[in-house]
T-cell receptor
Framework: QVQLQESGPGLVKPSETLSLTCTVSGYSISSGYYWVWIRQTPGEGLEWIATISHRGDSYYNPSLKSRVTISVDTPENQFFLQLRSVTAADTALYYC????FGDGSCYFDLWGQGTLVTVSS | QSALTQPRSVSGSPGQSVTISCAGTSSDVGGYNYVSWYQQHPGKAPKLIIYDVTKRPSGVPDRFSGSKSGNTASLTISGLQAEDDADYYCSSYAGTNTPFGTGTKVTVL
């Protein structure tokens, strides 16, 4: 079955760049769908960060757009998140997910298990 | 873009029904039939239980149902069961954003 797995450093220093990878298995990213990053904090709940299509079209949460880049490597079946100039407020559980959008539908149907990233010196 | 508004908590006894509201605006919930609902147990990733306002993915029990009126969507759990004790989040397409709800803790008494 299709699975998503996040990976990356669990600790990032303030002002540095947070970099995460989502590895997809059981489905080829190049075949379709959209792919997203979402984060969750106790205080703010779930927050959509960014979306990328299999063609590389990207969309960003307006509140994070200036600091975020989402990218995809279809041969490796991975997509990535970079969040620059992080602060303690970026400490969160980061999820990658598959996004169904089109043909009259819009929803996140598959999620990774999540990876905790703490911003601290 | 503000988060969609949900009640912080709801509770019910086994067998009862509970309804969770998800209040948005005409720019999100009211503007599109793209409301989805997610169930999250502690330490687990969210799981899709309702999409496109009323549709249920394969494998989701039919005691979960969704609806929408104006700018407010609702999730109803009929015949509450112990395993329904979890957090629930709504989400809606909103053009340039995809906001989530503030989350509701459902407690099965």
């Amino acid at each position: 079955q299709v699975q998503l797995q996040e990976s990356g450093p669990g600790l990032v220093k303030p002002s540095e760049t947070l970099s995460l990878t989502c590895t997809v298995s059981g489905y080829s990213i190049s075949s379709g769908y959209y792919w997203v990053w979402i984060r969750q904090t106790p205080g703010e709940g779930l927050e959509w960060i960014a979306t990328i299509s299999h063609r590389g079209d990207s969309y960003y949460n307006p509140s994070l757009k200036s600091r975020v880049t989402i990218s995809v490597d279809t041969p490796e079946n991975q997509f990535f998140l970079q969040l620059r100039s992080v602060t303690a407020a970026d400490t969160a559980l980061y999820y990658c997910a598959r996004y169904v959008f089109g043909d009259g539908s819009c929803y996140f149907d598959l999620w990774g298990q999540g990876t905790l990233v703490t911003v601290s010196s | 873009q503000s988060a969609l508004t949900q009640p912080r908590s709801v509770s019910g006894s086994p067998g009862q029904s509970v309804t969770i509201s998800c209040a948005g605006t005409s720019s999100d919930v009211g503007g599109y039939n793209y409301v989805s609902w997610y169930q999250q147990h502690p330490g687990k990733a969210p799981k899709l239980i309702i999409y496109d306002v009323t549709k249920r993915p394969s494998g989701v029990p039919d005691r979960f149902s969704g609806s929408k009126s104006g700018n407010t969507a609702s999730l109803t759990i009929s015949g509450l069961q112990a395993e329904d004790d979890a957090d629930y989040y709504c989400s809606s397409y909103a053009g340039t954003n995809t906001p989530f709800g503030t989350g509701t803790k459902v407690t099965v008494l």
